[in-house]
């Protein structure tokens, strides 16, 4: 039998990473958000909602067969999330089937019900502290759902011109659907300071109260979570990367 | 997370690295860590965490409290002293729950754990890990004395959405002869039969068959109770906590009762003898309990007084502590004294001997008529000076006499239950509990004021502290007169059922 291990007082909380451009380091950002909120005594659950799973993949978990997206939507996860190798730190695997969530939340009677994502996930409320969605990218219903049930949104921005567009047409979306901005939470991702780009755009962005100050550097070690197959700070606990997360994790939660 | 706990005791003359070659060939293994282990286990005297489902345990100077099932653990700092107080330890959940559970009662060192503590993980083709494992071997200590290894125990923490590895390890393990730890059974339950301990939080109760004789029946509930005695002195001697001298005179009150109450059964001459130094040990424990009972009501007094008077109050208290302090050197020497010792020795080869003694006709008849007996007169006694207390004829001396005749019939129904309906008798002493509550309330205050009265005029006071001292004495008295209405209610209450069926 599963224990309750919901730690804190407060009702679960959930943080969706996303953007509607690719490669920004959204799984990355997830990854090492919900291994750091672990570390700090909090019962997580990351849900790999991207098809591609490659959250999934960093934590060597596999989905059961019997998964799919329709699961998914009618809220059956509990028999499919699996425990990381990490102390506090389930995973929900995604399925291959995930790729057709927008075609299934489509034909559901209720597709304007935006509550789906919060029934999916309350069958878990009294296990987890915290839920972070790894989402995909583009802007979809799915994403319409996620960015109404989520209670912080982060975004990972690359300190260039199509990333914050991508960035811009999130706050417009969160406009339209009646978010507040407050919710959402941006910081620059992959930063090279060598670039000159990177620095006037930084320069440029980074007084807006979307903007943590927290920046994740762009470094070898996060590229190498595809070999290692672990956060970096299982990796190593005291790396620049590892400790760039641990800031960020901090100031999300501090400000939200 | 976890998902599944099983432990197994490994069985098979400690070759455990065949056995993890063995469970190497089922599923690859990999040693992440190994620790020694250094534990030492504490609880109070009257083991109230273990009959909680608690264990208390410090470890590399960190303590931990764990539920017996495993379901919860919380740990916290602490000072390192030999006897410890809820109150040493930072504010948090320990500290809460160790208040909830141990109250006054200190907590002290059971047993030591010595040993290593190996930590395995299995892993699947991709090496994710799908089970975790941890051998504990190592050997137990009381105090500084080795009492042999413990017996080796394999611990198999499931890991969510990993079912099958951990089913399956868990047939292989009993395959081989490890054995599971039973339901209920815990490594607690291992570690106290290996050192031949045995929870002692349940009063001890009395069984008489028909056929018993008086004399028999006295003799084990004198030895019970002298055993109490025994058991809680060490613990008076070296004041480690409160409890220890309020149980010690409990077992002193009970056998004077037990004396009283058989006088015409017992050999005639010696009866007197242990009644006088009964009474005698009783008064040489009472001045230190009052005093106990004045500094555990401290936090009582402050929410009597005023802001202002908090100083005064402290120092007031620490006057008292100095007080109990010169009073318990006297007691400890009566206690130590041969005196005691002689009181001791001659009470139990008197209770040894008592069952063959064949010169006291009543002592050899069987007990139950007699028991039967007594327990009637406590009660009619009882329920004769319940009525006289809510005539209103001189309460407080009523209301002793009333109190005092509770505890003998509490005292004779508790030793004879067993000659009555279980279920009657315990509705009986649950009402009676009730009223005894509220008169021991009502006692306690009494001595309370007369203790203050006397300290008024026996200490030099400061004048912050007599004038806490004048406030809080005028606060008792009204709290003197709420506590006798409830206790004229609660009379009110008991005399009014019928229960003479009953005995």
């Given at each position: 039998?599963?224990?309750?291990?919901?730690?804190?007082?407060?009702?679960?909380?959930?943080?969706?990473?996303y953007s509607n451009k690719?490669?920004v380091?959204?799984?990355?950002?997830?990854?090492?958000?919900?291994?750091?909120?672990?570390?700090?005594?909090?019962?997580?659950?990351?849900?790999?909602?991207?098809?591609?799973?490659?959250?999934?993949?960093?934590?060597?978990?596999?989905?059961?067969?019997?998964?799919?997206?329709?699961?998914?939507?009618?809220?059956?996860?509990?028999?499919?999330?699996?425990?990381?190798?990490?102390?506090?730190?389930?995973?929900?695997?995604?399925?291959?089937?995930?790729?057709?969530?927008?075609?299934?939340?489509?034909?559901?009677?209720?597709?304007?019900?935006?509550?789906?994502?919060?029934?999916?996930?309350?069958?878990?409320?009294?296990?987890?502290?915290?839920?972070?969605?790894?989402?995909?990218?583009?802007?979809?219903?799915?994403?319409?759902?996620?960015?109404?049930?989520?209670?912080?949104l982060?975004t990972p921005v690359i300190?260039?011109?199509l990333s914050i567009l991508a960035l811009q047409q999130l706050l417009k979306l969160s406009?339209?659907?009646?978010?507040?901005?407050?919710?959402i939470?941006a910081f620059f991702?992959?930063?090279?300071?060598?670039?000159?780009?990177?620095?006037?755009?930084?320069?440029?962005y980074?007084?807006y109260?979307v903007f943590?100050?927290?920046?994740?550097?762009?470094?070898?070690?996060?590229?190498?979570?595809?070999?290692?197959?672990?956060?970096?700070?299982?990796?190593?606990?005291?790396?620049?990367?590892?400790?760039?997360?641990?800031?960020?994790?901090?100031?999300?939660?501090?400000?939200? | 997370?976890?998902?599944?706990?099983?432990?197994?005791?490994?069985?098979?003359?400690?070759?455990?690295?065949?056995?993890?070659?063995?469970?190497?060939?089922?599923?690859?293994?990999?040693?992440?860590?190994?620790?020694?282990?250094?534990?030492?286990?504490?609880?109070?005297?009257?083991?109230?965490?273990?009959?909680?489902?608690?264990?208390?345990?410090?470890?590399?100077?960190?303590?931990?409290?764990?539920?017996?099932?495993?379901?919860?653990?919380?740990?916290?700092?602490?000072?390192?002293?030999?006897?410890?107080?809820?109150?040493?330890?930072?504010?948090?959940?320990?500290?809460?729950?160790?208040?909830?559970?141990?109250?006054?009662?200190?907590?002290?060192?059971?047993?030591?754990?010595?040993?290593?503590?190996?930590?395995?993980?299995?892993?699947?083709?991709?090496?994710?890990?799908?089970?975790?494992?941890?051998?504990?071997?190592?050997?137990?200590?009381?105090?500084?004395?080795?009492?042999?290894?413990?017996?080796?125990?394999?611990?198999?923490?499931?890991?969510?959405?990993?079912?099958?590895?951990?089913?399956?390890?868990?047939?292989?393990?009993?395959?081989?002869?490890?054995?599971?730890?039973?339901?209920?059974?815990?490594?607690?339950?291992?570690?106290?039969?290996?050192?031949?301990?045995?929870?002692?939080?349940?009063?001890?109760?009395?069984?008489?068959?028909?056929?018993?004789?008086?004399?028999?029946?006295?003799?084990?509930?004198?030895?019970?109770?002298?055993?109490?005695?025994?058991?809680?002195?060490?613990?008076?001697?070296?004041?480690?906590?409160?409890?220890?001298?309020?149980?010690?005179?409990?077992?002193?009150?009970?056998?004077?009762?037990?004396?009283?109450?058989?006088?015409?059964?017992?050999?005639?001459?010696?009866?007197?003898?242990?009644?006088?130094?009964?009474?005698?040990?009783?008064?040489?424990?009472?001045?230190?309990?009052?005093?106990?009972?004045?500094?555990?009501?401290?936090?009582?007094?402050?929410?009597?007084?005023?802001?202002?008077?908090?100083?005064?109050?402290?120092?007031?208290?620490?006057?008292?502590?100095?007080?109990?302090?010169?009073?318990?050197?006297?007691?400890?020497?009566?206690?130590?004294?041969?005196?005691?010792?002689?009181?001791?020795?001659?009470?139990?080869?008197?209770?040894?001997?008592?069952?063959?003694?064949?010169?006291?006709?009543?002592?050899?008849?069987?007990?139950?008529?007699?028991?039967?007996?007594?327990?009637?007169?406590?009660?009619?006694?009882?329920?004769?000076?319940?009525?006289?207390?809510?005539?209103?004829?001189?309460?407080?001396?009523?209301?002793?006499?009333?109190?005092?005749?509770?505890?003998?019939?509490?005292?004779?129904?508790?030793?004879?239950?067993?000659?009555?309906?279980?279920?009657?008798?315990?509705?009986?002493?649950?009402?009676?509990?009730?009223?005894?509550?509220?008169?021991?309330?009502?006692?306690?205050?009494?001595?309370?004021?007369?203790?203050?009265?006397?300290?008024?005029?026996?200490?030099?006071?400061?004048?912050?502290?007599?004038?806490?001292?004048?406030?809080?004495?005028?606060?008792?008295?009204?709290?003197?007169?709420?506590?006798?209405?409830?206790?004229?209610?609660?009379?009110?209450?008991?005399?009014?059922?019928?229960?003479?069926?009953?005995?």
């Amino acid at each position: 039998m599963d224990e309750r291990v919901a730690r804190y007082r407060f009702r679960m909380k959930k943080i969706a990473i996303y953007s509607n451009k690719g490669g920004v380091g959204k799984t990355a950002a997830a990854v090492n958000l919900a291994y750091v909120a672990s570390l700090s005594g909090m019962a997580v659950l990351l849900c790999d909602m991207d098809s591609q799973a490659a959250a999934s993949y960093y934590f060597r978990v596999r989905p059961k067969r019997k998964f799919s997206d329709k699961k998914f939507l009618q809220g059956d996860i509990n028999d499919f999330i699996r425990g990381t190798d990490f102390e506090g730190l389930d995973l929900l695997p995604a399925h291959f089937s995930f790729r057709h969530l927008d075609l299934r939340l489509d034909k559901m009677e209720k597709k304007k019900d935006w509550s789906v994502i919060n029934t999916v996930f309350q069958p878990v409320e009294k296990e987890y502290d915290l839920v972070i969605l790894d989402c995909p990218p583009n802007p979809t219903l799915l994403t319409e759902h996620i960015v109404r049930a989520a209670d912080i949104l982060v975004t990972p921005v690359i300190p260039t011109t199509l990333s914050i567009l991508a960035l811009q047409q999130l706050l417009k979306l969160s406009l339209e659907l009646k978010v507040g901005h407050n919710k959402i939470k941006a910081f620059f991702s992959m930063v090279e300071r060598r670039k000159n780009l990177h620095i006037s755009t930084i320069e440029q962005y980074q007084k807006y109260p979307v903007f943590m100050k927290t920046e994740i550097p762009f470094l070898a070690e996060v590229e190498k979570m595809g070999i290692n197959r672990q956060p970096v700070g299982a990796a190593a606990r005291n790396s620049v990367s590892a400790l760039a997360y641990d800031r960020l994790w901090r100031e999300i939660w501090q400000r939200s | 997370m976890k998902s599944g706990y099983r432990m197994f005791i490994v069985t098979g003359a400690g070759d455990f690295d065949r056995l993890l070659k063995e469970i190497h060939s089922l599923f690859p293994l990999q040693e992440e860590a190994a620790f020694d282990i250094d534990e030492w286990y504490m609880d109070t005297f009257d083991w109230r965490l273990c009959s909680k489902g608690f264990v208390f345990r410090k470890t590399d100077g960190r303590f931990v409290l764990a539920s017996l099932s495993g379901n919860l653990q919380e740990e916290t700092e602490g000072p390192q002293k030999p006897k410890l107080f809820w109150q040493d330890f930072p504010e948090g959940a320990v500290r809460d729950r160790l208040a909830d559970i141990s109250g006054v009662r200190a907590l002290c060192p059971l047993f030591r754990v010595v040993g290593r503590r190996r930590h395995f993980r299995l892993y699947n083709k991709d090496e994710k890990t799908v089970l975790r494992l941890r051998l504990e071997t190592g050997d137990l200590y009381r105090g500084d004395e080795k009492r042999g290894a413990f017996p080796p125990c394999l611990h198999l923490e499931g890991i969510r959405g990993y079912y099958n590895p951990f089913q399956r390890l868990s047939e292989e393990l009993k395959a081989k002869g490890c054995r599971e730890l039973e339901a209920g059974e815990t490594f607690f339950d291992l570690f106290l039969r290996q050192l031949q301990m045995r929870p002692d939080c349940k009063k001890t109760q009395f069984f008489f068959g028909a056929g018993q004789t008086t004399n028999q029946a006295i003799s084990s509930i004198g030895l019970a109770l002298l055993d109490a005695m025994q058991r809680n002195l060490p613990g008076v001697i070296d004041d480690i906590d409160p409890e220890f001298l309020h149980d010690f005179r409990v077992s002193i009150r009970r056998t004077r009762a037990l004396l009283s109450q058989f006088k015409n059964e017992i050999p005639p001459g010696q009866t007197g003898i242990f009644q006088k130094e009964f009474q005698w040990l009783g008064t040489v424990a009472g001045p230190v309990r009052d005093l106990d009972v004045c500094l555990q009501k401290e936090e009582n007094y402050r929410l009597l007084l005023q802001e202002g008077l908090h100083p005064g109050l402290s120092l007031l208290m620490e006057k008292i502590a100095e007080l109990r302090k010169g009073q318990w050197l006297i007691m400890r020497d009566h206690l130590r004294s041969s005196r005691t010792g002689d009181l001791f020795a001659n009470w139990q080869d008197f209770l040894t001997s008592l069952p063959t003694r064949i010169q006291t006709p009543p002592g050899q008849a069987p007990c139950r008529k007699a028991a039967r007996k007594v327990v009637r007169r406590c009660f009619q006694r009882l329920i004769k000076d319940a009525a006289a207390v809510t005539k209103g004829e001189n309460q407080d001396i009523s209301m002793h006499k009333l109190r005092i005749q509770a505890k003998k019939f509490r005292y004779m129904a508790e030793f004879f239950r067993s000659f009555f309906s279980p279920a009657d008798m315990d509705i009986l002493v649950g009402e009676l509990r009730g009223l005894q509550d509220e008169l021991g309330d009502f006692n306690d205050l009494a001595v309370q004021i007369r203790r203050f009265q006397d300290y008024k005029a026996a200490l030099s006071l400061e004048q912050a502290a007599g004038e806490a001292l004048d406030e809080l004495l005028l606060r008792l008295a009204d709290e003197r007169k709420r506590l006798l209405k409830r206790c004229l209610k609660r009379c009110g209450k008991f005399t009014k059922n019928d229960r003479n069926h009953l005995f």
